[in-house]
């Protein structure tokens, strides 16, 4: 059994939205603007208008924080919203009844309704279909072209993302919740 997380060295996101669309194709969720489980906002601008360039803007990739301790799970009425072997918060459509409890109930806004099957979807890290087939990368990370995202088992010392939040300063969003989220923002 694995924890697994994500840290994110958001100041090389260039905003190119190749992890939007392999996540996107990876997962099968529809092209529409309105359904993300990943995404990519402008965190902060520099200056004062119409004196702001594209290098002053900062992104920042954001997603389902992956909480420890997941609101989204506490307000689920039909345990639709689940912990699976490796900690990862994900979503039994069976179980979905659209209450919304769970979009409503997350402080990040990571939640949404998949129109394919009417039933609330986030992001899964790849769990079923690319860490059921034993491989050690999520979609968005494979696809990343400046290396933002490093994704991997928080339990093994020797991981590249153990290794990595050993060595550098972080930040978590919203930690002052106590959702104890499993995404990194390097600093």
Same mark, same amino acid.
């Given at each position: 059994? =694995?924890?697994?997380?994500?840290? @994110?060295?958001?100041?090389?996101?260039?905003?190119?939205?190749?992890?939007?669309?392999?996540?996107?194709?990876?997962?099968?969720?529809? @092209?529409?603007?309105?359904?993300? *489980?990943? !995404?990519?906002?402008?965190?902060?601008?520099?200056?004062?208008?119409?004196?702001?360039?594209? =290098?002053?803007? =900062?992104?920042?990739?954001?997603?389902?924080?992956?909480?420890?301790?997941?609101?989204?799970?506490?307000?689920?009425?039909?345990?639709?919203?689940?912990?699976?072997?490796?900690?990862?918060?994900?979503?039994?459509?069976? *179980?979905?009844?659209?209450?919304?409890?769970?979009?409503? =109930?997350?402080?990040?806004? +990571? *939640?949404?309704?998949?129109?394919?099957? !009417?039933?609330?979807?986030?992001?899964?890290? &790849?769990?079923?279909?690319? $860490? +059921?087939?034993?491989?050690?990368?999520? +979609?968005?990370?494979?696809? &990343?072209?400046?290396?933002?995202?490093?994704?991997?088992?928080?339990?093994?010392? @020797?991981?590249?993302?153990?290794? $990595?939040?050993?060595?550098?300063?972080?930040?978590?969003? /919203?930690?002052? $919740?106590?959702?104890?989220? /499993?995404?990194?923002?390097? @600093?």
């Amino acid at each position: 059994m =694995a924890t697994y997380g994500m840290a @994110l060295d958001y100041k090389n996101c260039i905003n190119c939205k190749a992890c939007e669309v392999a996540c996107k194709k990876e997962n099968g969720v529809q @092209l529409g603007a309105d359904q993300f *489980r990943i !995404w990519v906002g402008v965190k902060e601008e520099e200056g004062q208008f119409p004196n702001i360039s594209i =290098a002053s803007q =900062a992104y920042q990739p954001s997603q389902c924080q992956q909480c420890s301790n997941a609101p989204c799970k506490e307000v689920c009425p039909t345990s639709a919203t689940y912990y699976d072997e490796n900690g990862v918060v994900r979503v039994d459509v069976d *179980r979905c009844i659209l209450c919304t409890y769970c979009i409503n =109930a997350c402080p990040y806004d +990571a *939640r949404f309704i998949d129109d394919r099957t !009417w039933t609330v979807d986030k992001c899964n890290f &790849c769990s079923p279909t690319r $860490l +059921a087939s034993g491989e050690t990368t999520t +979609a968005c990370q494979a696809t &990343c072209p400046t290396k933002v995202r490093v994704f991997g088992d928080m339990d093994d010392p @020797l991981s590249e993302i153990s290794q $990595l939040l050993s060595r550098r300063e972080y930040k978590q969003v /919203k930690a002052h $919740l106590g959702t104890r989220p /499993k995404l990194f923002y390097l @600093l």
